[in-house]
């Protein structure tokens, strides 16, 4: 009977030792589950996950349009007083009569609008009044139209936008000389809120 009880400590002793494992493994794993976790929630915030539709196919998350867009207001809206100009046609005297809206995100920077209004209004009475009926009566001539108001709009605060390549009557483009940095209009579009040419 002697040998028996030296067997009963042998055997408590690997007990002892296998709850210290049981311990670090289990303490690992839940370190390898939280830097998983971890690194799992930092690539989700960088990338938005794709959404799944009714079809369980993926989804792309909305892309937004403007990077300075405020989704918390809306834009601020610039409505100029109506244009009535003669148009630059030899033929016959035509006249158009156009009504201008600028969207700005910006109200601040609309009332700096307001403020340079009559070089504004004259800007675009210049740009109106070398147009003939032909080109303001086709859509490519009515957006051209919009981005030169845009750009003539923004010129009487100091802000020089870079103008488009002009085509040549042989219908090549003629290239700027001076090549400047792009600067973004605080004008983002040109509106139209009539439209009559006659």
Known sequence: MATAPAAEPAAAAPKGGGSKKLIIILAAVLVLVLVGGGAAFMLLKKKPA??????????EAPVKAKAHAKPDHPPTFVPLDPFTVNLADKDVDRFAQVGVTLQVEDPK??????????????????VLSHKTAAELLSREGKEKLAKEIMRESVRPMGIELEEEDEEAAD????????????????VTQVLFSNFIVQ
């Open 109 to 126: 920077f609309a009332d700096q609008i307001k403020a340079y209004m009559p070089a504004i209004r004259s800007n675009v009475l210049m």
């Open 50 to 59: 794709a959404e799944e539709g009714e079809d369980g196919e993926a989804v």
């Open 171 to 186: 219908g090549t483009k003629k290239k700027k000389k001076k090549k400047k940095a792009a600067v973004e209009s605080p």
